[in-house]
Structures are given as C-alpha cells and as structure tokens.
C-alpha cells in the first residue's frame, strides 16, 4: 500500500466505483446522518459515489478512533463528532479516505464488513444532519441587496447606510431547520396588499426560494468571548446547501420595523450532507472588494469566499422534468462567511457547536444568475416562462424545488449534493 496521502490528493482513487459526474469521489467525502429499514437508529454516514458508508459500523469494527468519550458515529446528530474539535475531524477524515483507498485491504477485501457498511444511497433515509443550536440567516450578496432594495425603496436607496459596513441578519427559528427532501407547508399570516381595506390572515400568494450556502459552526464560544475573523474562519466546521424559504407577501407587510419574522419562520431546508471546509480549502478565493475599508474587527486578508458553482431546478407540479432558472456562484458574497461569525461574535454573543448560519441569498449581477424568484421575475411583474407553456412568478402547490452546488475539477468533481423541498398545501 502507498504511503497516505492528504484527503484532497487529486491523485486519491477508491476501490468504490464513482461516476465522472458524481458529487462524491473520495476528495469529498461529506459526512451526514441516515438509517435504514433493516437499522431505523439515526447513525453517521459519509457520502462515496452512490453509496453511504456507515462509520458507525466501521468504528464497531476497530477501523477508526475514538473521537471522545462516547461513540461520536453511533449518534443522531454529527454534533457530538464537530464538538471533538478541528484536529479530530481532519482525522476522522483521513482515516475515511485510508480506509476507501483502492489500495487499502480492510474493506476492499472484506466481504461481510462491506455488505454491513457499504449501503445504496437509495435504499437510505436522510436525516437532519445537525442538532441545529440557533439559526441566523445574512443578508449578504451585493447584488441581492441592491435588487430587493430598488424594488422596495428605489434604485437611490437601495443599499441602507449600514449595509456595506456590517454583515446584517436576523435570527431565526431552529425549531423549523428541516432536512432537504421533508415537504414544505404553504405558511399562513397577515397579508395587506395594496388594495386591502385592512390586513387578511390567508395563505401565502408569494411563495419564494432562497438559494443560500449554510454554515456549520464548529466551536463553542463564552458569552463575553469575540473571534477574529481568522479564528472565525477555523471555527467553520463545513458547509451545505440551504433554501431559505421566504413568505414575500407576509414578509412585507411585518419586516417594518423589526425585520423578517413569521414571513421566514415556517421551514429552512439545510442539505442531508455537510462538505467540511477542509474539502473546500482548494477553492477558496478573495472576495469583492470592499468599499469602505470594514472595521478592523472584520478586516481579512487573503481568500475567504469559496468558488462553488450554483444552480436552481424548478420542476412545476405534474412535470416530470424541471428546468434550470437560475445559475450563480458563491465566491462573489461581499460578506464572507468568516466576517459573519466574527462579526456574529463581535457584541460577545456565544457560539455554539451545531449553531446553523445562513450565507444570505446568493445572487449575480445578471437576471439568470439571482437567487430568489422574486428577482427573477422582478418582484412578480415578470413570469417566467416554463417549457411545457405555465408560467411562474411565486411557487404553486405541488412544485418542487432542487439546489445543487459543486466544484468540477480536472477528472471528478466536488459537490454538495442536492437540497430540495416540495410545497405542500396549506393547512
């Protein structure tokens, strides 16, 4: 056998088949929490081609360390593996990808250790990776600001004063994170439309997406206790995708003066899989630059944004096929993802190990590159048109929505699989 090499090693090939195009190849390697019908307990699995690796099952076998006092793979949650620390989960890593090595016997040559740990990702059941300790969702892409400000207040007013001084959010409800795949209820609230005598408590008429990256944070911090943006950047356990579904019509009538509330609460669908930031690290860039220079407890200095390519699938109810509306990317965030924590820190907030952040809706500066529906059809006033001759401007009933994300390199690709989420009628 070879000596080992860094789990990134574009040279690295698995005794497990993986497809060109498929987003797992052994450089990722994303952890999640799944079971099955032979196995109903929730456990931690690793994504390789096709297929889940059960590393509960390979820890029961003596084929990786113990991470802290209790099992951190026999778990319902990834949280107990994050809160080990950064040193334990580049390690947890690395013995994953030793062990899928073409080169390494232990499982290759196992036959009834590969029947228990190797699983169809068909024939597994996704569940929320994460015990989710808060929400907070940014609102951090330039051009996704501009857009919602100029429809809301005008092209001259645009950007609040603030805006390009501090990371904004707000922070949401935990308790309605749910896994990609999990229906999503049409949410009810207060609605005024312009011709409304008064407001109507009815269901939501502008039913929207959010294309975001989430963020893992990996640390626990003290009340009182600040990071660094480089310290924040280290606290980044990994990230997924995130559809942070938005209710435009109650969101409008309630964001004066406090901001996003029951317009934003009903659900958050994260992505089944986290890639960690330690398979990202190759495709880390500089962001936009900033103008005016942030303060200098959110100053950085070489590459925090990510180059992860985006795409949003409509697929309209009774459609067997979607289409593309939007394709973007994630390295254009002026906000990076380490000046959020920092800046999330900044007042002494703590932070939590499983604390779940929400990159803001990604968006480009061109109409097919935004990330929400209510700029792609200019807040309604512009349909867009379906292949079969519907059109859409909000979501109906019955429409399911896919995010994916990936990083395509020389011969395999990294990708976070996909986040997707189905409407659900209200009740």
């Known amino acids: 056998m070879d000596a080992p090499k860094h789990p990134n090693d574009p040279s690295l090939r698995s005794f497990v088949e993986v497809a060109p195009d498929s987003p797992f190849p052994i450089q990722n390697l994303p952890w999640g929490v799944f079971s099955t019908s032979s196995d109903s307990r929730p456990r931690v699995g690793v994504a390789i081609g096709d297929l889940v690796l059960d590393v509960a099952a390979l820890e ?13 793979f026999r778990q319902p949650s990834l949280n107990t593996l994050i809160a080990a620390g950064g040193y334990s989960w580049s390690v947890a890593r690395r013995h994953v990808s030793q062990i899928l090595r073409h080169d390494d016997p232990r499982l290759r040559d196992d036959k009834a250790l590969r029947a228990r740990a ?71 609230g207060q609605i005024k439309g312009p011709d409304f005598p008064a407001p109507v408590h009815a269901p939501s008429r502008r039913l929207d997406i959010e294309l975001e990256m989430g963020v ?50 009903f659900a958050t669908s994260p992505g089944a899989w986290v890639t960690t ?49 939007s394709r973007t990317n994630f390295k254009g965030m002026y906000w990076s993802s380490a000046q959020q924590i920092a800046h999330h820190a900044s007042s002494g907030c703590a932070m939590r190990v499983g604390d779940l952040l929400g990159s803001g809706t990604i968006s480009g500066s061109e109409k097919g590159t935004f990330g929400s529906l209510l700029e792609l059809t200019w807040g309604g006033k512009e349909p867009l048109a379906l292949p079969d001759g519907r059109t859409r401007t909000f979501l109906e009933d019955g429409d399911v929505v896919i995010l994916r994300g990936w990083k395509q390199c020389e011969g395999y690709r990294i990708g976070l699989g996909e986040c997707a989420g189905e409407i659900a009628p209200a009740q």
């Open 216 to 265: 893992i944070v990996g640390v626990d911090t003290k009340i009182g206790e600040t990071m660094s943006v480089e310290q924040a950047q280290g606290a980044i356990f990994g990230f997924s995708l995130l559809n942070d579904w938005s209710a435009r019509d109650i969101q409008q009538w309630e964001y004066v003066p406090l901001g996003p509330f029951q317009g934003k609460a």
């Open 277 to 325: 930031a330690e398979a990202l690290e190759p495709f880390r860039v500089e962001g936009p630059r900033q103008d005016p220079p942030p303060l200098d407890y959110l100053r950085q200095t070489g590459a925090h944004n990510y180059d992860i390519e985006l795409e949003v699938e409509l697929r309209p109810k009774g459609a067997t096929q979607g289409v593309i509306v």
């Open 60 to 72: 029961d076998a003596g084929l990786m360390p113990r991470m802290s006092a209790k099992s951190a």
């Open 118 to 188: 190797l699983i169809p990702q068909s024939q597994a059941r996704m569940h929320l990776p994460i015990e989710v300790k808060g929400y907070t969702d940014f609102y951090s892409s330039r051009e996704h600001a501009t857009n919602v400000g100029t429809m809301f207040r005008g092209k001259d007013n645009a950007l609040n004063e603030n805006w390009l001084w501090m990371p904004i959010g707000y922070n949401g409800r935990a308790s309605t994170v749910i896994v990609s795949g999990e229906p999503v209820r049409r949410p009810k």
